[in-house]
């Protein structure tokens, strides 16, 4: 199944708006990782300007449809959201670990 990168561009007082939202965010975020769909989300730090959401899902609609649910991109948090396809190449089975011999 592909992956899809969901990138937000937050606004500048991101970090002062966003209390009031949060738990309904990260409600939807965990409900979305419940159904196997979001495999990886969090926020990029120094500085606090984008987020990266990774979704595993048949199309990109998947996430197209998490951004338009989103409350921080309904209240005008995320100044700009986008999706792209994301081909993985380490990483991508999901029983691989490490390899034998790596220190």
Known sequence: MPYFAL?????DDY????????DEHLG???AAHARGELVLAGAFSDP?????L?????DRSVAE???????Y?????VARWEVRPWT????NEPDAGPARGAS
């Open 15 to 22: 970090l002062t708006r966003r209390a009031q939202f949060r």
């Open 73 to 77: 991109v309904i209240h005008g948090l």
């Open 54 to 58: 990774v979704f595993r899902a048949p």
């Open 48 to 52: 606090a300007d984008r987020a990266l």
């Open 88 to 91: 993985v190449v380490i990483g």
């Open 28 to 30: 939807l975020a965990r």
């Open 65 to 71: 449809e998490f951004a338009r649910k989103d409350p």
């Open 7 to 11: 990138f937000y561009d937050v606004v």
